[in-house]
């Protein structure tokens, strides 16, 4: 059975005196393995995204600092940490681009961010003073605090998990704000923030708040990433059938 090429969009890290580099957190990288799949970095080349796209299976949008207010037409919020600017077009573009090709995607606390804002939506720039909550949703990722999400059963998330709460981990200080046309909100935590949307006319354009790569053991985690890969490797069989003369680059992984 071959395994789906599933590349994930990088980050940028800057150390004064250092050239800047370009990185992901191995912890996505090992729970797409565990998958099944083969992940492989895509630095920042949003001028190169229709070719990026053209050799890979899916996208993972990973989780880092925020988005631009710019993007989506407002004034930046004294706690916005905007991420480096080459990522964020970068990260914008794979998701308008996966969208509209049907390739499978699945976005990651500021993925699921990323995937709404390249849609048309807006984000809320900091949960802690724009909505009263109880629920630690900033939480530290070296010490995540976890709190329950409502999934709604009739959506693709829904399937997937095979429950309507689910209990997670949580470190983001914004959040979905108007939900970008087509898309659909999957997930809400008890105080109304969204936690999950999809594009439900997509095969898998699937993104989640939470961190499931970091709750390696949990039998959600593996699903959403099984389920993931699963449709990369259908998309990957789709491609092969269309273009029969071609060798796809995910065709040459094999088990």
Partial sequence: M??????????VAHRGGERDRAFVYTTYIESLKRAGAVPVLIPPQPENAADVLDGLDGILLAGGDDCDPAEYGEEKHPSCEPMDPRRQKNDLGLAKLARQRGVPTLGICLGVQVMN??????????????????????????DRHRHDVLIDGATKLGSILGAKELNVNSSHHQAVGRVADGLRVTAHAPDGIVEGLEDPSHPFYVGVQWHPEDMPLEPSATSIFGAFVEAARTHAARKEAASPELSPVGAAHSE
């Fill in 2 to 11: 071959n395994k789906p090429l599933i590349g994930i969009a990088s980050d």
């Fill in 117 to 142: 804002v390249a849609a048309g939506g807006t984000l809320i720039q900091d949960i802690g003073s724009a909505v009263g909550t109880k629920i630690d949703h900033a939480s530290e990722p070296s």
